[in-house]
T-cell receptor, first 113, second 111 residues
Framework: NAGVTQTPKFQVLKTGQSMTLQCAQD?????MYWYRQDPGMGLRLIYY???????DKGEVPNGYNVSRLNKREFSLRLESAAPSQTSVYFC????????????FGNGTRLTVT | GQQVMQIPQYQHVQEGEDFTTYCNSS?????IQWYKQRPGGHPVFLIQ?????EVKKQKRLTFQFGEAKKNSSLHITATQTTDVGTYFC???????????FGTGTRLQVTL
């Protein structure tokens, strides 16, 4: 049982380049999330998907797009990377009910130069 | 928007000492969750509190939810080196499936 799988683990981009972070879960969860983690700022929600076919903005959505491809997969795209997007990105999923705990992937460490 | 603050940002204790982190929300929460993140790792769910004034224990860890449901605390008795990591609270308001995470408290334990 893999849980939440994120790829890649590490990525270095140049300013202006684009990339997609992939996330898949095998727990049959309805809700999926993308967070970014920066020192001293905790985890900030970028986008979330409460169910297949729906996506909503979180606290810091600017510069990102998401796709809920199916129930298992939720991808995060940076169309034109900026140094301010250097961060650790975590994908998470949760089951039924708004109070369900989050299950996190191992994270992607992204550096934009 | 909702803000969740934690204090302290960092604490360094000797093994065997107690540790407490406090979580304060700008708005009333419907529930609060606590997560632990080991260095280089990802956040892992510890516990959830739902009721006003609720207290839950997990071995040496004691979690409390304030009467007004705007604050919470995590207390660790007799810390061990395995307790090292960053502890986050995360609150939920209403029925929205969005958690707002606190800023985290990093705990360092030395022998």
């Amino acid at each position: 049982n893999a849980g939440v799988t994120q790829t890649p683990k590490f990525q270095v981009l140049k300013t202006g380049q684009s990339m997609t972070l992939q996330c898949a879960q095998d727990m049959n969860h309805n809700s999926m999330y993308w967070y970014r983690q920066d020192p001293g700022m905790g985890l900030r929600l970028i986008y979330y998907s409460a169910s297949e076919g729906t996506t909503d903005k979180g606290e810091v959505p600017n510069g990102y797009n998401v796709s809920r491809l199916n129930k298992r997969e939720f991808s995060l795209r940076l169309e034109s990377a900026a140094p301010s997007q250097t961060s650790v990105y975590f994908c998470a999923s949760s089951g039924e009910g708004f109070a369900s705990p989050l299950h996190f992937g191992n994270g992607t460490r992204l550096t934009v130069t | 928007g909702q803000q969740v603050m934690q204090i302290p940002q960092y604490q360094h204790v000797q093994e065997g000492e107690d540790f407490t982190t406090y979580c304060n929300s700008s708005t009333t929460l419907s529930n609060i969750q606590w997560y632990k993140q080991r260095p280089g790792g990802h956040p892992v769910f510890l516990i959830q509190l739902v009721k006003s004034g609720e207290v839950k224990k997990q071995k040496r860890l004691t979690f409390q939810f304030g009467e007004a449901k705007k604050n919470s605390s995590l207390h660790i008795t007799a810390t061990q080196t395995t307790d090292v990591g960053t502890y986050f609270c995360a609150g939920n308001t209403g029925t929205a499936s969005k958690l707002t995470f606190g800023t985290g408290t990093r705990l360092q334990v030395t022998l």
